[in-house]
C-alpha cells in the first residue's frame, strides 16, 4: 500500500482551549484539513450553552430557575437540562443516596457557592427524592431543596461536545474538562493525574482509547471554614466536607457516568464497588504515601478479580 | 488507608517525577490562528498600539473592578474589507499556579465573542517551593518504574481557578470600552 491510497485525505491536529464550566476546556481534534477548526468551535459552542443552562452562579441560568421557583411551580426545561437531572435521579437511586445533587447549601455554607439573595431559603430536611421529574420535561421540588449540578453537567457537557466532533467527521479527538475527559480514536492515549500531596507532580496512571476518565480530588479546592480546612467534597448522608487526601479517578464508557461516578466513590469506597460494576465502570484510588514518598493506587477493577 | 485495604487490591506504587520548571505548558495558537479561530470571516487585522493614560487606567479599574498592571494594550482591528467586525485584544494572566496568554474577541457591540488561550504555562506550586517535601524525592527519579510524559494534554484532575482569566476578561472589556475607538 503506498502513501496515496492509505491517505486520501491530508489531516491535521488543532488542540485549542476556552476557559468554560469555570475552568480550562481544551478541546483536540484530528481530521480532514480545513474541517477541524470548525467542529472545535462547534463543540465549544455547545458547552457554553450547556454552562449558561445549569451554571449554579449564574442567577439567569435554567438551574437557578428551578432553585426559585421549582418548588412553587413545575419548570419546564430544555433537553439537556432534562438529560443530565434523569441521569442524576438514577445515580441517586442505583447509589442509595451516595450521588446527591441537593448539596448546595453546604456547599454555599462553607463558600464555594455564591448566595443568591433572592433564593428561597433552602429546606433541611430534603434531598434527591424531593425532586421530581414530571412529563414533558418539567422539574417540580416536593421541598424547598437546592440543586447544583457541577458533580455531573461537567462530564455531560464533554460528552456532548465529543458527539459533536464525532458527527463532523472528526478521525480522533480529546475533550478535557479540567479532570473531566473523553477521548476516541485508533491511539490509546496516556491519561495522567496529579499526585494528591503534591499537584504540580504528574504521574501517568491508565491508557484509554475510547472511553471517559473523570479524576476528583481537594488540592486545588480548598479552602479556609471556620478555621479548618474543608473541600467542596461533600458526603450526601452526613453533609459533611471531606478533608481527604486521595484522588479518585472514575473510568466509564462516557463522562457524565465518570464524572458523577467519582462523588459515589468518594462518599463511600466500599459501598460504590457494586455501584460501579452496574455502570461497568473502574475506579482508581491514589493515595500519598508518606513512608515511601510514592503513591499507592487502590484498583476496583482488580477487587472485583480477586472476589 | 486501612478501611479500604481488605477491599482494595494494592498493584503498583507509583512514584511522582519531579518535573523541572515550566512544569507543564501547551502552546495552543500562535497570534494568527487564534485571530482567525476568533474572527473567522476576518480577511486582515488592523494593529492598533494603545498606551493608556493613567486617567484611562483609573476609569477601567473604576469600571472593572480589576487592578490595570500593564499600560501598553496590544489591540487589532478585525477588518473584512473596509468594513471592523470588531476588536480584538491579547492579553496575560498570572495565576496561582500558571501563566495565561488568552485573547479576547468584542465585538462592535462592546459584548465578549470569544476567549481562546494561546498559552498556557503552568508553574510551581507552594508544595514544591518546600525544601523538605522536595528531599524525599530526590534521587528517586531514575528508579521510577513509570516514565514521566511532559504531556497535559490528558493531565485528569487539573481544576485550575479560572478566576484571574474571568477578571483579565472583564479587565478587557473596560479596556475596549474606554481606550479602543
Redesign the interface.
Known sequence: MNAATSLPVPTEEIIRARPLLGTLVEIAATGAIGRVSHAISQAFDAIAEIQALMSYQDPASELSRINQFGFTDPVPVHHHTWTVLRSAQELSATSRGLFDVTIAPTLTRLGFLPRHANFPRASRHGDWRHIVLLPDQRVQLMRQVRLDLSGIAKGYAVDVAIAILQSAGIHAGRVNAGGDLRVFGATEQTIHVRAPHAPTQTMPLVQLNEGAAATSAAYFAQRRHAQRSVTPLIHPYTRSASSSERSITVLASNCMLADALTKVVQADPVQATSVLAHYQARALIVEHDPVSGGCHVFDSLQQARAA | ?H??SP?????????????SAP??G?Q??NLEQAQ??LF?SADHFESVNVNLTPAQRQQIEKSSGVKVRVNEIKAWRAKQGDSTNGWFLLDEVIGK?EL?T?AVAIGLDGAVQ????LD?R????G??RNAN?RA??KG?KTSSP????E????????????QH??EG?RRLLATQAIALK
Not at chain 2, 114 to 117: C, L, N
Not at chain 2, 122 to 125: D, M, T, V
Open positions: 488507608m478501611k479500604l477491599w482494595f487490591y494494592t498493584p503498583a506504587l507509583i512514584l511522582p517525577a519531579v518535573i512544569a507543564l501547551v495552543y495558537l482567525k479561530a473567522p499556579h495565561i488568552y470569544g476567549v481562546e488561550i498556557y503552568e508553574g510551581h506550586g508544595a514544591v517535601w524525599q524525592f528517586k513509570l516514565r514521566l510524559d504531556d497535559i494534554r490528558n493531565l485528569s484532575g487539573a481544576t485550575l481557578s479560572c482569566l474571568t476578561v
